[in-house]
Structures are given as C-alpha cells and as structure tokens.
C-alpha cells in the first residue's frame, strides 16, 4: 500500500512562516514528481509548486519569490515546502501528490495524501 503523508499545517498570522512536510511510503518503484497543491473553500484544486526528479521546481505565480519546494536527496520520498511573508489568501487545505510507479502497476499514476489544513490570519 502506498501512503503519502503530511504534516506541518496549522494557523499562523499574516507575515508569518510554515513548513509543510509529505512522505512518501509502500512499494514504490519510481517517483516522477513531487509536488503541493491547495483547495480553498469553495474553489478548485490549484497547483502551488511541483519538482520533477532531476529538475527544477515550478511554482504558481501567486507564490513565487515566497514559497520554496524542497526535496530530500537522500531518497526522494520526502518533500517539502517552506512558507514564507504567509497571506490570508494562501489559507486552505494542502494536499501533496506524486506521480509515482509502484509494484504490480505497469503505469505511473497519481497519489494524493489527505491534506494539511492551514489557515492564515489578517
């Protein structure tokens, strides 16, 4: 069974910081891309920042230049995401995916952990 988990969500006044981490665990194979997405209430799904092994990390405008993804070397199951000059706007639930390859699948496909809440406050 493969899990990704995460953890670091909570509440914080604007201005302020967090970071999010998401592990990655079960039969996996092969790990294509990490990466964070939000939902905030009553809107769509939206992608915050993405890394792809061996490349460089895409982020959504609206955080650029504040948000940083992180992605541990060692066995790249674990990412992270550090959160920085934190807005009132950046409040939802984060939920981490990868495209992953695991046992007894001939296909990457997508998983999604259960989502951190984080709320900022004005």
């Known amino acids: 069974q493969v899990q990704l988990v995460e953890s670091g969500g909570g509440l914080v006044q604007a201005g302020g910081s967090l970071r999010l981490s998401c592990v990655a665990s079960?039969?996996?194979?092969?790990?294509?891309?990490m990466g964070w997405y939000r939902q905030a209430p009553g809107k769509q799904r939206e992608l915050v920042a993405a890394?792809?092994?061996?490349?460089?990390?895409?982020y959504a405008d609206s955080v650029k230049g504040r948000f940083t993804l992180s992605r541990d070397n060692a066995n790249h199951t674990v990412v992270y995401l550090q959160m920085n000059s934190l807005k009132p706007e950046d409040t939802a639930v984060y939920y981490c995916?990868?495209?992953?390859?695991?046992?007894?699948?001939?296909?990457?496909?997508?998983?999604w952990g259960k989502g951190t809440l984080v709320t900022v406050s004005s």
């Open positions: 890394v792809t092994t061996g490349g460089s990390p895409n």
């Open positions: 995916n990868a495209r992953m390859l695991v046992t007894r699948s001939i296909r990457f496909m997508d998983y």
């Open positions: 079960g039969s996996i194979v092969s790990i294509n891309t």
